[in-house]
């Protein structure tokens, strides 16, 4: 399955884009989503001493999926592709690998 194929999926379950306030609704949702990952890793911090062989990858992959979910709706609502987006993204870092800023601060670096 392709990101492209993948948003197309998606959007058999999301809400029309004409509903009130949906654009903020999906940006809530993936913070929430987002959040949820790390409410995870909290718990999985205090009550599993950040032993990496007690992660629930099961239970990490839903979120992440749920994280997926929102991010593909959401660019679908601002008209954008996934597929775009991955290939911009993975040329952005490979130019800043290639000019030896990976690490730092700042978008356009």
Do not use: C
């Amino acid at each position: 399955m392709d990101l492209d194929e993948y948003q197309r999926g998606a959007l058999r379950t999301a809400a029309p884009r004409d509903k009130r306030n949906e654009l903020l609704h999906l940006v809530l949702g993936l913070v929430g989503e987002a959040g949820e990952i790390a409410e995870k890793f909290k718990k999985w911090v205090r009550d599993l001493d950040g032993d990496e062989s007690r992660i629930d990858r099961a239970d990490i992959a839903k979120e992440l999926g749920d994280v997926l979910w929102y991010v593909a709706v959401l660019a679908d609502y601002l008209d954008l592709s996934l597929d775009d987006i991955a290939t911009a993204n993975l040329a952005k870092l490979a130019s800043r690998q290639g000019r030896g800023v990976l690490g730092g601060s700042g978008d356009n670096r």
